[in-house]
């Protein structure tokens, strides 16, 4: 035996000699453990039956999206959900709406009569949770989320947890409906502003092309159409003027020859000398028809440029009229010779004198003046015509020279009012867009929050968590008692082994004397031990009974 006990490793020889030790320790010291165990498990027990039960109930909203497609109304509200529910929650749980909930269903009426409403209000807020469901933090938004509150009534929390439920779906629809107004209140006033701007600057572009009617670019094409039939105008009036001039010279000289003449012999034939050198001989009625021939021509070049109507062409109409009467007066009372005359007969007439007659008195004398004032007005009408015709040919060269600083000026308007009229329709469709989100809020068809898991009736308690409890008591009242035995053992160190024993003294053990105890003394040990276990078992059974009901009633 010795040499089995040599050859004994050391290492399970120490475990072995630590097991007996604690193994004996637990023993020696046994009521030092067993009494601030069970002590402790009962108390925790008995303290928990004093804690009221707390109930729990939840509901669950599920956050269901636009009903119509966004490609046909595009929402106004861009704010994610996690900020809305903040929002939401800031809202919901204020302190006046707290307050009259604990009005409403009577919470906390212990501490109500002792504590300040701030209070309260803390309390509710730390019975309250709000936990979103699948949450994704990269795009801020959930599918949904929890709410759930905790009352001393299974009933209370389930009414309380329905009311939060309502008010917060409430909140929802009340929230996006007032967002959606007040963008399209928004959009609207922004709407009116830009329509006032823009007929404001239509307003200007408009004042700015009747300021410059005629020199705007749209107008230069005719503008430059018109010049040129004026500079043609020009031209014929200036040729006719020149033409106008040689014939008042002709005129003036038929009547300086008229002047000089001499009579003829016979049917009112005179002889005009137009120099010394030459002379002709013209008839009255030939001067007439002449005259008459050349106010005609001068008819048919007005009607070229007038209309019948015109001062000038009436005016020329009425000496075509006199003209012709004149020339009819003169046909009938200028005699036409007979075919029958003899030569000499024509010659004794030509050669008997004449009675003499003054130039003033003679017809053709008094048509060539009325030709001369004819020729007269004419000349005033186009020297009148010249100077009219260079006026506007000024005013529409003037026109075509303003016509680049107008266009510059035009096109800076313009491209002010179309950048108005691009922003105001902008802000219109946006305005359009906004008001049918709006009645979309309205009939409650955008994102909303929809009950999927209404309020629970809870049958457990949620807190306090018994058995959780319990069980730690009697965890904490077994670590105490060992620490307690542990102590004792340490504060008194008997020998209990040979081992101990040699290990303290320093000279060797030479005899041991054995426990011998007398029959009473035996009896007695054995009366101890039974009281012990008996004692014991009773202290076990109470913390188990304890701890099964604490488990029943959790």
């Known amino acids: 035996m010795p040499d089995e ?69 595009v929402p106004n509200s861009t704010t994610d959900l996690s900020a809305a529910l903040q929002a939401m929650k800031r809202e919901v749980l204020s302190r006046a709406q707290l307050l009259k909930i604990i009005d409403d269903f009577g919470l906390y009426p212990k501490k109500a009569k002792r504590v300040a409403t701030e209070t309260l209000v803390e309390l509710m807020l730390g019975d309250i949770d709000i936990q979103p469901l699948d949450e994704n933090p990269v795009r801020r938004d959930f599918s949904a989320f929890k709410i759930s509150f905790i009352a001393e009534a299974p ?82 009036a200036t040729a006719s003027l020149s033409h106008a001039q040689e014939q008042r010279v002709y005129l003036e000289a038929m009547l300086s020859g008229y002047r000089h003449q001499v009579n003829t012999t016979d049917g009112g034939v005179r002889v005009v000398a137009g120099s010394p050198s030459a002379t002709r001989v013209v008839s009255p009625v030939e001067a007439a028809e002449s005259d008459l021939a050349r106010l005609q021509s001068a008819r048919a070049a007005l009607l070229s440029r007038y209309t019948p109507e015109h001062p000038d062409v009436v005016k020329i109409e009425r000496e075509i009229t006199k003209a012709e009467g004149a020339l009819q007066r003169l046909r009938v009372a200028t005699p036409t010779p007979h075919k029958e005359e003899s030569p000499v007969a024509s010659a004794k007439a030509a050669s008997r004198p004449a009675p003499p007659v003054e130039p003033a008195d003679d017809p053709a004398v008094a048509q060539i003046k009325s030709q001369l004032e004819a020729n007269r007005v004419e000349m005033d009408n186009l020297a009148q015509d010249e100077k009219q015709l260079k006026a506007r040919i000024a005013q529409y060269e003037n026109r075509v020279n303003q016509t680049p600083v107008r266009e510059q000026q035009q096109a800076a308007l313009a491209r002010d009012t179309e950048a108005l009229r691009q922003e105001f329709a902008d802000l219109l469709k946006k305005e359009q867009e906004s008001q049918l989100a709006t009645n979309l809020e309205k009939q409650q ?65 030479v005899l041991s004397i054995p426990l011998l105890p007398t029959p009473a003394e035996e009896r007695a040990r ?29």
Request: neutral net charge; contains cysteine; hydrophobic residues 40%.
């Open 5 to 73: 006990q040599h050859n004994i490793p050391e290492d399970e020889s120490n475990l072995g000699e630590t097991v007996g030790r604690l193994f004996g320790l637990i023993v020696r010291r046994r009521w030092w453990i067993l009494l601030p165990a069970c002590g402790t498990a009962l108390a925790v027990v008995a303290v928990l039956q004093k804690i009221p039960n707390r109930y729990t109930s939840e509901a669950t909203l599920l956050v269901v999206s636009q009903q119509v497609p966004e490609r046909y109304v």
């Open 155 to 236: 009933a209370l929390a389930q009414e309380v947890t329905s009311t939060l439920t309502s008010l917060f779906i409430n909140e929802n629809l009340r929230t996006r409906e007032e967002q959606a107004t007040n963008t399209t209140r928004f959009l609207h006033e922004q709407v009116e502003a830009k329509r006032k701007k823009l007929e404001e600057q239509e307003q200007l572009l408009r004042d700015f092309k009747m300021q410059h009617v005629g020199e705007l670019p749209e107008q230069q094409q005719g503008n430059l159409g018109i010049l040129t039939g004026l500079q043609n105008q020009l031209q014929n």
């Open 445 to 509: 068809g955008g994102q909303q929050f929809r009950l999927v898991d209404p309020a629970s009736l809870p049958a457990v308690p949620s807190s306090p968590k018994r058995l959780k409890l319990s069980g730690g008591g009697a965890a904490a009242g077994l670590f105490l008692g060992l620490a307690l035995a542990f102590v004792m053992e340490m504060k008194h160190s008997p020998f209990y082994t040979e081992k101990e024993l040699t290990e303290r003294l320093s000279p060797p053990l």
């Open 526 to 554: 054995i009366r101890k031990g039974a009281f012990e276990w008996l004692a014991g078992s009773a202290l076990v059974l109470v913390v188990l009974i304890a701890e099964f009901y604490v488990y029943r009633a959790s």
